[in-house]
């Protein structure tokens, strides 16, 4: 009864914050000054042959055309309203098709690289944070240190360029800049073998930093966790039972080390959708962080507020996940938000 209370807490708590978020994913775009009337009416002049007096009257028009001459809140309702009714994210400008249409494909890619890197950052950091944790001050921990002061310290943006020069620059790879060779890009059915190879020719970079990036913030939290844990009175209590060792730190410390963490997992997620986002952009894959560079830089306001908006759903999700995974694993939890059962 007290989980359910505790379930029902945080579905409630989790509505007006996404209505927030569809607040802040729209104005965040719109505070820019101007708008995509005016970035088409600056393109037109700057190619000549048009009058300014005869640019602003197109600009109007197009203003006009698009619904960006409506007061900025009738604009937002009418976004909200189409996405709560119809899950219609409005019309991209540039593309002149559906922002469903245009992020599409670039979402599922994003989200799928994100959680590689996910899966790779929390299975190294954790097993990296335990040996570190075990082996306090020896040679592993002390290289385990070293490696998440790289991994804190260095840009991503710094290490795809690295990789930039040697991958496109140097040695002319033909994986650079896309998602697929030409030959798997209108395949369709399930992944074959040979197509998942393909793409992890073409995406390795961003896996390899996302994995690297993430795998020492988990390690850290891990480590210092794990060293806490292990200083309690009923670690103690087991040793002093003679249990082994390898139980006492897999059985007890492992498990009560890991609540800190799974707090933290959905942060982790959007940690690494902005690692992803900085190495796609370097190396122009086609995922959505290349198209949110052109989005906001064009004001394609309904692309660029539906990216934002999906990404901060993916981050209240994630947190929404973890909060369940812990009140399932800890029932002090639930407890403390849903009374005693």
């Not at 001050?137 to 710094?158: N, R």
């Not at 992890?200 to 990036?213: E, M, Q």
């Not at 040793?239 to 963490?261: D, F, M, Q, T, Y």
Request: proline residues 4%; glycine residues 8%.
């Amino acid at each position: 009864m007290a989980f359910l209370f505790f379930l029902l807490k945080r579905i409630i708590a989790t509505i007006p914050l996404l209505i927030a978020i569809t607040l802040v994913a729209f104005l965040l775009v719109q505070a820019m000054p101007g708008d995509y009337a005016t970035q088409w009416k600056a393109q037109t002049m700057s190619m000549g042959g048009v009058s300014e007096e005869d640019a602003e009257a197109q600009a109007e028009a197009l203003r006009v055309r698009l619904g960006l001459d409506k007061p900025l809140y009738i604009q937002y309702f009418n976004w909200v309203k189409n996405i709560t009714l119809y899950w219609d994210l409005g019309e991209s400008f540039i593309q002149q098709r559906s922002v469903n249409d245009a992020i599409g494909d670039r979402v599922p890619r994003t989200l799928l690289l994100a959680f590689i890197c996910y899966f790779n950052a929390v299975t190294i950091g954790i097993l990296a944070g335990v040996y570190a944790a075990t082996h306090q001050y020896q040679l592993g921990d002390q290289l385990a240190t070293v490696f998440t002061f790289l991994a804190f310290s260095i840009p991503k943006f710094i290490v795809a360029l690295v990789i930039l020069y040697f991958w496109a620059i140097k040695f002319h790879s033909p994986y650079y800049g896309s998602i697929f060779s030409q030959e798997y890009v209108l395949q369709e059915g399930w992944w074959s073998l040979a197509k998942t190879w393909d793409f992890l020719l073409h995406t390795w970079p961003i896996i390899a930093v996302g994995s690297f990036v993430g795998a020492g913030y988990q390690m850290r939290m891990m480590r210092g966790n794990l060293l806490d844990v292990l200083k309690m009175q009923f670690i103690e209590t087991a040793r002093a039972k003679g249990l082994k060792e390898s139980k006492i730190i897999w059985k007890h410390g492992v498990p009560n080390a890991l609540h800190p963490i799974i707090m933290n997992q959905g942060r982790s997620v959007g940690y690494l959708i902005e690692g992803e986002i900085e190495v796609a952009i370097v190396l122009a894959i086609p995922t959505i962080g290349p198209l949110i560079l052109s989005s906001v830089t064009t004001m394609d306001i309904y692309v660029a507020s539906s990216i934002f908006l999906i990404l901060s759903l993916v981050l209240v999700i994630g947190n929404f996940i973890a909060d369940i995974i812990l009140a399932l694993l800890d029932p002090r939890i639930r407890d403390m938000s849903g009374g005693e059962a």
